[in-house]
């Protein structure tokens, strides 16, 4: 079946310091991504969608300065949480879609907890 | 705006035991309706979905059927296993919208 792969699983970083975490479905195009966080006992909050080739649109309330998304291949997304701080730890998730609509499945990665020292 | 409600956990059960998880949902229209399975270290999977009322969305025992008089899309599976240990999301899937709204998650624990 369709995997996505999300690197690194977990990372720690120093308040200040900016992280990158990238996004790839191995075995199919993505045309669409999605970015997703998720606080503790809360639900996973849409951040940003992006298609290939163009801007990401973010999500209201969704800082997109702080939260840089590339998306320049059909296989791989990036965010890059810029000048990291305490809050901005959590549970970062992608996901990807080949065609859209409900019909065509979203595939997830594993997820990066991001803590931030 | 659309929403969902789900049940929080998290739940225990022992093996062969009869598992619900409720989920109610917020929204207009008619929305498509799904449950996501996160086993521990690894990516959500769909589980199952329904996309109109009463349609009953199953799959590896678990079923949940789209009831709109009462908004709800509860998971049901009646034997659960060690293997189904897991964390259980809700979804909700709003026609022309691009993203999909999730509960929080219920982390659901089989007990031999």
């Known amino acids: 079946g369709a995997v996505v792969s999300q690197h690194p699983s977990r990372v720690i970083c120093k308040s200040g310091t900016s992280v990158k975490i990238e996004c790839r479905s191995l075995?199919?195009?993505?045309?669409?991504m999605f970015w997703y966080r998720q606080f503790p006992k809360q639900s996973l909050m849409l951040m940003a969608t992006?298609?290939?080739?163009?801007?990401?649109?973010?999500e209201q309330g969704v800082e997109k300065d702080k939260f840089l998304i590339n998306h320049a291949s059909l296989t791989l997304s990036t965010l890059t949480v810029t000048s990291a701080h305490p809050e901005d730890s959590s549970f970062y998730i992608c996901?990807?879609?080949?065609?859209?609509?409900?019909?065509?499945?979203?595939?997830f990665g594993n997820g990066t907890r991001l803590t931030v020292t | 705006g659309d929403s969902v409600t789900q049940m929080e956990g998290p739940v225990t059960l022992s093996e062969e035991a009869f598992l619900t998880i409720n989920c109610t949902y917020t929204?207009?229209?008619?929305?498509?309706l799904f449950w996501y399975v996160q086993y521990p270290g690894e990516g959500l999977q769909l589980l199952l979905k329904?996309?109109?009322?009463?349609d009953k969305g199953s799959n590896k025992g678990f079923e949940a059927t789209y009831r709109k008089e009462t908004t709800s899309f509860h998971l049901e599976k009646g034997s659960v296993q060690v293997s189904d240990s897991a964390v259980y999301f809700c979804?909700?899937?709003?026609?022309?919208?691009?993203?999909?709204?999730f509960g929080t998650g219920t982390r659901l624990t089989v007990i031999p």
């Open positions: 996901s990807a879609r080949s065609t859209q609509g409900y019909n065509s499945p979203l595939h």
């Open positions: 075995d199919f195009q993505a045309t669409t």
């Open positions: 992006s298609n290939e080739g163009s801007k990401a649109t973010y």
């Open positions: 929204a207009t229209g008619y929305p498509s």
């Open positions: 329904a996309t109109k009322a009463d």
């Open positions: 979804a909700l899937w709003q026609t022309g919208a691009n993203n999909l709204f």
